[in-house]
């Protein structure tokens, strides 16, 4: 997903391909109790940031003026006996071109 | 990174040892050392508390790193923190400058019943006081939404010459408000 400002968004993997955890369950379970996405509150969070200048110069372009700040958040979640987890992605890695 | 601290939050990095002896570390980061731990210890104010607390030097100063202003009351405990701060990598179509990242334990605010504390009418109040009170219909609305109120967090790239981290606050606060709210979307 991209916003208007051309920032890509990625919802969080399903943890069970990295932890093998049976009790570790997608995102999307817990996302699904509420209307609303954890997510779309956090697109339109990092979005008022940006607008309003709280996080430099943007929209960011990579440049040393108009960097571009990553942001992961995991809100805990449990869910009966089962525990889960919401989250939101963000690539949190800077590779300039070189690399 | 994030999933890395969540491991450390849920005990599964490595095993349980390991996770309890790298929580701590990223407890006295943020709070100095408790009495009981180990060797070295760090008595408070601690060492390296996060970006996201009050700055306590000049704005401007060579000490100041530019944290938050206190204008925006952070919703949210840090329970843990690892700082940095460094020249972002090498990229010949920019200079170098300093950048600041972390990556945050943290718990929500006034949703922990044994955090509950009876006030004491004479103690002189402060900011902090109220950080701790039990808030019951809080609690309900999380666990409406089967979350903890615990979380991990990672943020990177903010620039040094960026003046607070206020809107990183900002963005944690509401994210997560607001969703436990379900409140209106609006453009």
Known sequence: ?99 | MARFFLKILLKQLVDKQSSDKMGLLLYEAENGSTDDAPEPRFLPPPPDPSFLTKETSAPGSPTSSNRATDTVPRKFKIEGVKIGQGPIKADPDRSGIDVRSEGLIIKWKHITKDDERVKDKNKVKNKDDDDDVFDKDLRKKFDDCKLTGEGTICWQNLSNTVPNTDGIIEIINDSISNFINQAPLTP
Not at chain 1, 8 to 21: C, E, F, R, V, W
Not at chain 1, 31 to 59: C, I, M, W
Not at chain 1, 71 to 86: C, E, F, Q, W
């Open chain 1, 1 to 99: 997903m991209t916003d208007a400002l051309g920032t890509n968004y990625g919802l969080m993997p399903p943890d069970n391909s990295i932890d093998q955890k049976p009790d570790l369950r997608d995102a999307a379970i817990v996302q699904n109790q509420k209307e609303v996405p954890l997510q779309t509150y956090f697109n339109k969070a990092y979005k008022d940031a940006l607008s309003n200048h709280r996080l430099g110069d943007q929209p960011a372009d990579d440049s040393v003026a108009k960097l571009h700040v990553p942001i992961s958040l995991i809100a805990y979640a449990k869910s009966g006996d089962a525990h889960t987890r919401v989250g939101i992605y963000r690539d949190e890695m800077h590779f300039p071109p070189a690399c």
